[in-house]
């Protein structure tokens, strides 16, 4: 019963917290590619990530507090059916092991005691153990799975060979000169700049996916 423009808007906003809040792919790429520690910047991404989604939660408590139309809650009948202590006892046993696993292979990278390319390994071989212990390893899925990783992979390979590509012909015939000499000479100093470049990646977004943009 929730309107169908608070679900979809919901999700929309949503998507945005996956490229912010770790295991981002995107920060991990973004590193790749600027040089940048892929640990320090996955922690960057976690006080924005977090502000954002407390945000959304907020706004949706507040819309759904005046008109609980939009988002109607569980029936009594539903909430009498299944104790809350007994959902979240559930809720629990769903996270512990997939939270276990963000924690090791985040707090590994966190603390510097593995890389991200280290941490992936983990992380692989830790799903590997999730899998196995619930019971749900099949051939099937196995298929599936190593051929989701080699499109991704091969996907994200593709365009950052093609992006340092393009980077060295752009910066060879002086493009990054113009870019530098526009910026330095045109008055905006660091924040006007700053806020040209969010906004080209604002507008951008409207069309391309962050691998594109990237």
């Known amino acids: 019963g929730y309107q169908k423009e608070l679900a979809a808007g919901t999700i929309c ?67 009498a059916s299944k104790p809350v202590s007994a959902r979240l006892t559930l809720a629990l046993k769903a996270m512990l092991a997939p939270g276990l696993l963000i924690l090791i292979v985040l707090g590994g990278i966190f603390s510097g005691v593995t890389t991200v390319r280290e941490a992936s390994g983990v992380g692989a071989v830790g799903a590997f153990v999730i899998v196995v212990l619930y019971r749900r390893l099949s051939w099937k899925m196995m298929r599936e799975v190593l051929r989701g990783t080699a499109n991704s992979v091969a996907m994200v390979m593709f365009l950052i060979i093609a992006t340092n590509c393009f980077t060295a012909v752009f910066l060879d015939y002086g493009g990054g000169k113009v870019i530098m000499e526009y910026m330095t000479t045109s008055g905006l100093g660091k924040w006007g700049a700053f806020f040209i470049m969010m906004l080209i990646i604002f507008i951008a977004g409207f069309f391309l996916d962050w691998i594109s943009i990237v």
Do not use: N
């Open 13 to 79: 906003a949503g998507g945005t917290l996956g490229i912010m809040l770790p295991p981002s792919i995107m920060l991990v790429a973004l590193a790749d590619l600027t040089g940048l520690s892929a640990g320090k910047l996955l922690l960057g991404g976690l006080f924005p990530g977090f502000v954002l989604g407390g945000l959304y939660i907020l706004y949706i408590a507040i819309l759904c507090y005046f008109r609980p139309e939009l988002g109607p809650s569980l029936s009594v009948e539903e909430r």
